[in-house]
RNA sequence: GCGCCGAUAGUGUAGCGGUUAUCACCGAGGCUUGCCAAGCCUCAAACCCGGGUUCGAAUCCCGGUCGGCGCACCA
C-alpha cells in the first residue's frame, strides 16, 4: 500500500471519508465527509475566515449555488463549458465537432459521434422547464454579480475584498483520485477589488524580505525568491499578487501543510484561463500524484466585471476622484436642439447621441450622413456647431480589476490528511499518528479512565470529560480496551491529548496529559485543565 | 469517453465449478490488566449489481457500477 492508499483506508474506517451513495454503489466524483472529516473540513475553513475575514478585513457572503443562465452567458462559462465534442475512432484524439470536417485532421480515421461536452450541471428553475438554471462551476460569479450592491455597502471605495466559502459543481468526464477532482467541491474564494493601477498592498512591506519557492514560467527547477525581488525582476506581475501568494502560503502552512512539499507554480500563457492576465498555482507534493494545484491565485483584470456591464447593462464602474479636479478643454460637436427637434421629432434623441458620439475634429463644420435602422439621415452644418469648452473633470469611472485567491478546500483537506500522516515503530509495534496541528484536529483530546473497570477511576473521568465539554472543548470519552490501544486510537485519528485519570488523581487531583507526537506526559491539575488545554489548543 | 487490471465482513485477505465461504486485525460484551495496539472466553459481520452457461457459480461468460493505471478531458 503506497501513503496514498494507507490515508484513503484510515480515512474510510475512521469516519472522515466516505464514496457517496455507497449503498447504492456510489457514484464517481462525490464524496460524503464523515463525522470526522467533516470537523476537520470546518476547522481548516474557520481557519481560512481568521486569516480573510479577520486578517484582511474581508466581508463573507452567501450568494445561491444555482445561477440564472444570464450569468454563466456573461462569465463566459456557457459557451466553453459546452462545446461539441467528436472523437476520432483511430488515434482517439478529441475535437470540437464544430470546427473540422468529416474526417480526423490528424490521422485522417472516422469520427464518432457527437456529444455535448457539458462541465455545467444543468436543471430549471421553476415549472414548465423554460428557464434554465445551472449550477455554479464557481463561487466567484455571485460575488462579482452583487458588485454594485458590494460596492454601494463600501460607500463607493475601493479597494475591498469579498469572500464566499461553498459549493461549486462541474460535471467532470472521468473523476478520480479521490477527492483530487470532485463533481461536487468546495472552493472558499476572494476576489479583491482593485483600481487597476494600484495593485500594491499596504502590507507588502512586511513581507517582502520573505523568501518562498517559486517556479516561475520557463523555468525547469523551482528556486527561491525573495517576494520584492521577485516583483523587481517583473517574475510576479505586482505588489498586491506576491502579498497574496504569501498570504496562502501562510494559510497553508498554518493548516499542516509541510512547507518543503509546497511551492507556487506560474501558468504557462496558454494554460492561463481566458480572461487572467497572471495567474499562480500554490502546488502541493503528494506521495502518489505528484504537484497538486491547491490553490489559483490569479489576477483576472476587468474581465468579470465588463463581461457583466455588457450582458446586464448596468454599470459597473467606480467613481474615481482625482486629487484635484482636473480642467481640460476640448472640442465638442453641440446640436442645436431648436433646429434637430422640430425637424426629426421622436429621432432626435438618437441622432444627438450619435453626433455627440463623433470626433469633432473630423466632423469640421461639413454635412454629416448618419445611418439610423437602415436610413439615411443628413444632417446639415447648421444643425450644430463645434465649440470648444472648458471642462472640470472631478474624476473618472473605471472598471476594478480583480485579484482572486481561490482555494479549492478539498484538495487541501486531502493534502492536510496525507502531510499529517505517519508511521513509526515503537517497541517492534507500528504506531500510526496523524501529526494534524492542535488547533485543527477533529477531537481536541480524550479522557481515559486508566482503568476501564474500575468505577471510582470511571467516576472521576466522566466528571473531567463533563467538565472540559462545559468549557468548549471537544473530547471524546473512551474506557474499552487497555490503556495503550486507547492512546493508539486516538494517534490514528490526530487528537493531541490524551488525558488518563489514574490513581494518582484520587490522592492530589491531578491528571496525566499524554502527547500525541511524542507520548511524553505530563501531570496538570483538573483544575487547570480547561485553560492548559485551551491555551495547548492555541485557542 | 476509450483501453488494460481489479472488486469477498468495518479493514486487509484465502478461495481457482461441489456441504455451513478462510484467516487476521478492528468492533461489542465479559474475565484479566497500575500508562502505550498483551492474554483468555463469547458475540457480531462479507461474495458489487443484473443477465447467461451449468444439476450446481464467489469461482466461467456478457453487460453495468465502483476503484486503480494509461490516453483524453480538467475554461
Not at 358 to 384: A, C, K, N, S, Y
Request: proline residues 5%.
Amino acid at each position: 500500500m503506497d501513503i496514498y492508499e494507507e490515508v484513503m483506508e484510515l480515512a474510510k474506517r475512521r469516519g472522515f471519508l466516505w464514496p457517496s451513495f455507497e449503498i447504492y454503489g456510489g457514484t464517481a466524483g462525490f464524496y460524503d465527509y464523515g463525522p470526522l472529516g467533516a470537523a476537520l473540513k470546518r476547522n481548516i475553513e474557520h481557519l481560512w475566515r481568521r486569516f480573510y475575514v479577520i486578517g484582511e478585513g474581508f466581508y463573507e457572503i452567501e450568494t445561491p449555488i444555482i445561477g440564472v443562465e444570464e450569468i454563466f452567458r456573461a462569465s463566459g462559462h456557457l459557451a466553453s463549458f459546452t462545446d461539441p465534442i467528436v472523437e476520432c475512432k483511430s488515434c482517439k484524439e478529441f475535437f470540437r465537432a464544430d470546427h473540422i470536417g468529416d474526417r480526423c485532421p490528424v490521422c485522417d480515421g472516422e469520427l464518432g459521434d457527437v456529444f455535448e461536452f457539458n462541465l455545467m450541471f444543468k436543471s430549471f428553475i421553476g415549472p414548465g422547464s423554460k428557464r434554465a438554471g445551472y449550477l455554479r462551476p464557481e463561487t466567484a460569479q455571485g460575488i462579482f454579480v452583487d458588485f454594485p450592491r458590494l460596492l454601494r455597502f463600501f460607500r463607493e471605495k475601493i479597494p475591498f475584498g469579498i469572500v464566499q466559502i461553498g459549493k461549486a459543481f462541474r460535471n467532470e468526464i472521468s473523476p478520480r483520485q479521490g477527492l483530487i477532482r470532485l463533481r461536487e467541491f468546495t472552493q472558499a474564494e476572494a476576489e479583491i477589488f482593485v483600481n487597476p493601477q494600484e495593485k500594491t498592498h499596504p502590507g507588502f512591506d512586511l513581507v517582502k524580505d520573505e523568501v518562498l519557492t517559486l517556479l516561475p514560467r520557463g523555468a525547469d527547477e523551482p528556486t527561491r525568491w525573495r517576494l520584492a525581488d521577485a516583483v523587481r525582476e517583473g517574475i510576479i506581475a505586482h505588489e498586491l499578487l506576491a502579498y497574496h501568494i504569501h498570504l496562502t502560503y501562510r494559510f497553508l502552512t498554518a493548516v499542516g501543510i509541510s512547507e518543503d512539499r509546497l511551492r507556487f507554480r506560474q501558468h504557462m500563457l496558454d494554460e492561463m484561463a481566458h480572461y487572467a492576465s497572471d495567474c499562480w498555482d500554490a502546488e502541493v507534493l503528494l506521495d502518489r500524484l505528484g504537484w497538486i494545484e491547491v490553490v489559483g491565485i490569479a489576477d483576472r483584470t476587468d474581465y468579470d466585471l465588463k463581461a457583466h456591464q455588457e450582458a446586464s447593462k448596468v454599470d459597473l464602474g467606480v467613481f474615481m476622484a482625482y486629487d484635484k479636479p482636473k480642467v481640460i478643454e476640448k472640442r465638442k460637436i453641440k446640436p442645436k436642439m431648436e433646429v434637430i427637434g422640430p425637424r426629426f421629432k421622436q429621432d432626435a434623441k438618437r441622432i444627438v447621441a450619435a453626433l455627440e458620439a463623433m470626433d469633432p475634429d473630423e466632423v469640421g463644420d461639413q454635412e454629416i450622413v448618419l445611418e439610423l435602422e437602415g436610413r439615411e439621415v443628413t444632417i446639415t452644418p447648421d444643425m450644430f456647431e463645434c465649440v470648444k469648452v472648458r471642462e472640470e473633470v472631478s474624476g473618472e469611472r473605471l472598471i476594478p480589476h480583480v485579484i482572486e485567491p481561490s482555494f479549492g478546500i478539498d484538495r487541501i483537506f486531502y493534502a492536510v490528511l496525507e502531510h499529517a500522516f505517519s508511521e513509526e515503530e515503537v517497541e517492534g509495534e507500528r504506531r500510526v499518528v496523524l501529526r494534524l496541528l492542535p488547533s485543527i484536529a477533529p477531537i481536541q483530546a480524550c479522557v481515559l479512565p486508566l482503568l476501564g473497570a474500575r468505577d471510582e477511576l470511571v467516576k472521576v473521568a466522566r466528571d473531567v470529560h463533563r467538565q472540559l465539554r462545559r468549557q468548549g472543548l471537544i473530547v471524546e470519552y473512551d474506557a474499552s480496551g487497555t490503556i495503550g490501544r486507547r492512546y493508539r486510537r486516538q494517534d490514528e485519528i490526530g487528537t493531541p491529548f490524551c488525558i488518563t485519570i489514574d490513581y494518582e488523581t484520587l490522592e492530589d487531583d491531578t491528571v496525566t496529559v499524554r502527547f500525541r507526537d511524542s507520548m511524553e506526559q505530563v501531570r496538570v491539575a483538573i483544575d487547570e485543565l480547561g485553560d492548559w488545554l485551551h491555551s495547548e489548543l492555541g485557542l
